[in-house]
């Protein structure tokens, strides 16, 4: 689908949907490919339990799914390590944490990581008007 090319019978995305989905639902374009699923890309739920994530593990990114907070939530609770060579930032849609080691706690569960690039939020999470 061509959303800004005009002409008879097509839709324009831009009138519909003004600006972009929080987690990048479209087909391509560079939030999309940064939430690709695979072996860059972590997963975790309320429940999987404590985690440890490390530089050999390859994963860069780890997706928060349904854990009910918000991404400026998930970055107070991130405490990074005294020998951390950077401090996790809120970006847009994400809180970059290249180049630092550390814990986030999520209730019970604790993830520590060292080698992430970013942590993002999915599920309902995503969308805090929901109110599930």
């Given at each position: 689908?061509?959303?800004t090319?005009?002409?008879h019978g097509?839709?324009?995305l831009?009138?519909?949907?003004?600006e972009?989905?929080?987690?990048?639902?479209?087909?391509?374009?560079p939030?999309n490919?940064?939430?690709?699923?695979?072996n860059e890309t972590?997963?975790?739920h309320p429940?999987?339990?404590?985690?440890?994530i490390?530089?050999?593990d390859?994963?860069?990114?780890?997706?928060l799914?349904?854990?009910?907070?918000?991404l400026?939530?998930v970055l107070a609770a991130?405490?990074p390590e005294?020998n951390?060579?950077?401090?996790?930032?809120?970006?847009?849609?994400?809180?970059?944490?290249?180049g630092?080691?550390?814990?986030v706690a999520?209730?019970?569960?604790q993830?520590?990581?060292?080698?992430?690039h970013?942590?993002?939020?999915?599920?309902?999470?995503a969308?805090p008007?929901?109110?599930?």
């Open positions: 689908m061509n959303d090319a005009p002409g097509r839709w324009d831009d009138y519909l949907m003004p972009m989905p929080a987690q990048g639902r479209w087909r391509g374009g939030v490919h940064r939430l690709r699923s695979g972590l997963i975790w429940g999987d339990g404590s985690r440890v490390t530089l050999q390859g994963v860069r990114t780890l997706r799914e349904d854990t009910d907070r918000t400026e939530q991130i405490r005294p951390s060579a950077g401090k996790p930032r809120l970006l847009l849609g994400e809180i970059s944490v290249a630092v080691r550390g814990t999520l209730g019970e569960e993830i520590r990581f060292a080698g992430l970013r942590i993002v939020i999915g599920g309902y999470s969308y008007a929901r109110g599930g």
